[in-house]
């Protein structure tokens, strides 16, 4: 039986690499990534940067782009395109971000770290090595199904984002459970 998938989140790249993508390249990378992910029945595509990235002492600490979010695949997909690359940081803004008296529960810690989306996402593909996770993600390792290629952001296309799909569908989702 295949996983059902609603939200697929990409993190790849160094902050550094997303800074040399122009944004009518981004448009154009948001749309074919995100048409993949509406054709699989999906209405979110996250995507974050993997790490800052650093060259010498020229290091990128602050995102170089706020988070923007888009309509893609027309209209079927939203695309939210987070430069972050703290999953730390954006645990600690996500909690200044709490209503005073707000209860904190998993319920509203996902609907902070995720919003507009109103999932957390099913599949994370990770571009880089199985070896190491990145430094973005740290709420997401508990339920999200990773899936890890060795292409680069701007080599990524919509075929191999397809087979990430296709791997995880072909999956028994277990939502952090054993099997027994």
Known sequence: MASALAHVMIVGGTRRE???????AWADLADEWGTVVADAGGAWLTI???E?????????TE??????TVTVAGGRCTAVIDPQS????RFAEAMRRLPAGAIVDEKTVTGLLYEPADVEPDLVLVLG????LPPSLVWELAYGELVFTDSTLAALRAADLAGAIAAFQGRRRRFGGLDT
Do not use: F, S
């Open 18 to 24: 997303w800074a040399a993508i122009d944004p009518a």
């Open 52 to 60: 800052a990235g650093t060259e010498g002492n020229d290091q990128i």
């Open 129 to 132: 090595t199985a070896t190491r």
């Open 48 to 50: 974050r940067a993997y």
């Open 63 to 68: 995102p170089d782009r706020p988070a923007r």
């Open 86 to 89: 703290d999953g730390r940081e």
